[in-house]
């Protein structure tokens, strides 16, 4: 897995454009499903009950949007990392896109493109273009404009 990494949050300062990553690859079991959907309570019949979905749009169950968007909490630390800070958070994002539906089984990795790096009160703020794509696939699964904040 290539992970870039930085030696100081203000190195990011000046990176748009550069590509990170790809992740490794995560299968997206029934099982992990189903934990997502008893966390969520999201019990929707095209996510947990495979004998029912083999009759539906995709032929199987699929992973839950929101599960997908989640799983770019996983992928990150994967694909980047920061040193000499105090903190890093999640502040937001501008938007996400849902292009494919992920069938269960089938695995996912995430890739990146800084769009935005700038400056902010004590810190360095980042908005990350963030990829989730399917093993096989010509669309990805989602797209996720990630903005981060660093803290040195």
């Known amino acids: 897995m290539p992970q870039t990494i ?14 990170i990553g790809p992740s490794d690859w995560l299968e997206i079991t029934q ?16 996510h947990v009950d495979p004998d029912r979905a083999k009759s539906g749009p995709f032929g199987t169950t699929i992973a839950h949007g929101y599960l997908t968007l989640s ?10 990392h920061i040193n000499n800070m105090s903190m890093g958070l999640n502040y937001g994002m501008d938007k996400v896109r849902f292009l494919a539906p992920v069938k269960v089984n089938a695995k996912l990795r995430a890739s990146g493109e800084f769009l935005e790096i700038k400056e902010v009160a004590g810190g360095f703020q980042s908005t990350l273009r963030v990829t989730i794509e399917i093993e096989g696939e010509d669309k990805p699964a989602c797209i996720i404009d990630t903005i981060s904040r660093y803290y040195p």
């Not at 099982?31 to 095209?46: E, G, K, P, Y």
């Not at 799983?71 to 980047?80: N, R």
């Open 31 to 46: 099982d992990r499903i189903n934990l997502f959907a008893d966390a969520t309570l999201d019990h929707q019949w095209i």
């Open 6 to 19: 930085f030696e100081n949050p203000e190195d990011l300062l000046g990176k748009e454009g550069l590509k």
């Open 71 to 80: 799983l770019a909490s996983k992928f990150l630390p994967e694909i980047i």
